[in-house]
Every structure is written in C-alpha cells, then in structure tokens.
C-alpha cells in the first residue's frame, strides 16, 4: 500500500512540477530566452520525503526581489549581453547599470504569484489521490475481514 502510494505521489509530483515550471515561465521577461529556457521543475527526494524544486538561473532573483534604489550598480556583463539581444547597443550596458544602481528596480514576484495560484491545486489532486489510496485499502481490509477460510 505506501509503496503504491508513494509511486503515485511521485507521478503526480513530477507532473506538478513540470506544469509549476511552466506556469512560471509564461510569467517570466522573454528578452533573450535564457531565463525562459533554464526554468525547471523538478521531483526531488530524500528518504521519504518528497518535493518540487525549482530551478532558474540567477537573474531570476533579482527580478523577484527587485534592487533597491541608490545601491551598487549591477555588473555590465549580463546587461550588455541583454541589450543585444532586444537590439540595443551594448555600449549603453554602463549607463543602464547607472541608472538601475540610482533609480533600483521594483520586485516583480513572479515566483510568488506562481506558488499562490498553484499550492491549492496541488494540494487538492494530493487529498484526492490520498482518498484513493485510502477507498482502496478500506476495500481490501473489508474483503480479507470477510473472507472465508
């Protein structure tokens, strides 16, 4: 019965998690694609315990959290590689770094919003694969209660 139980759990934990990744991806800026392209989900597990992971790379974060205005300018690096892949010179990498580190940039908590619509849903296909498990079980304990011998 646990192992069953468990199979599933992970079946439905991956499918979750696939669907999680790209539901946040359709949130994400699509300047480039890198950000859209390293979104992941993915079932972990350790011991008995399960759980969704998700992955992206860094600047994920900082377009989660945002930059708080009047600090250190961002590197130019990632900006220059930005503004040349919506056609912009990146030349102007040192100025929009400038401006950023000045003026910062609101968070837009994609991450969150995502966890919000989906942690319900999720929840509920668990209770309802729970309730399956335990209908079925309840059935089988019934029947070699009332077998004959």
Same mark, same amino acid.
């Given at each position: 019965?646990?192992?069953?139980?468990?199979?599933?759990?992970?079946?439905?934990?991956?499918?979750?998690?696939?669907?999680?990744? #790209?539901?946040? &991806?359709? *949130?994400? @800026? &699509?300047?480039?694609g890198s950000l859209y392209d390293s979104v992941e989900g993915d079932l972990k597990t350790r011991g008995d315990v399960l759980s969704i992971e998700i992955s992206a790379n860094e600047s994920l974060g900082y377009i989660e959290r945002?930059?708080?205005?009047?600090?250190?300018? @961002?590197? =130019?690096?990632?900006?220059?590689?930005?503004? *040349?892949?919506?056609?912009?010179? @990146?030349?102007?990498?040192?100025?929009?770094?400038?401006?950023?580190? /000045? /003026?910062?940039? @609101?968070?837009?908590?994609?991450?969150? &919003? =995502?966890? #919000?619509?989906?942690?319900?849903?999720?929840?509920? &296909?668990?209770?309802?694969?729970?309730? #399956?498990?335990?209908?079925? #079980?309840?059935?089988?304990?019934?029947?070699?209660?009332?077998?004959?011998?």
């Open positions: 019965m646990i192992r069953a139980l468990m199979l599933d759990l992970q079946d439905l934990l991956k499918k979750e998690g696939a669907d999680f990744a #790209e539901d946040l &991806r359709r *949130q994400v @800026p &699509r300047a480039s945002g930059r708080k205005p009047n600090g250190v300018p @961002p590197p =130019t690096g990632a900006i220059a590689a930005w503004l *040349q892949d919506i056609g912009k010179d @990146p030349k102007l990498a040192f100025v929009v770094a400038r401006s950023i580190g /000045k /003026k910062g940039i @609101p968070p837009r908590p994609h991450v969150k &919003r =995502t966890i #919000e619509r989906n942690e319900a849903v999720i929840g509920q &296909r668990i209770e309802a694969l729970l309730g #399956e498990h335990v209908k079925i #079980e309840g059935a089988n304990l019934i029947k070699r209660l009332f077998q004959v011998g």
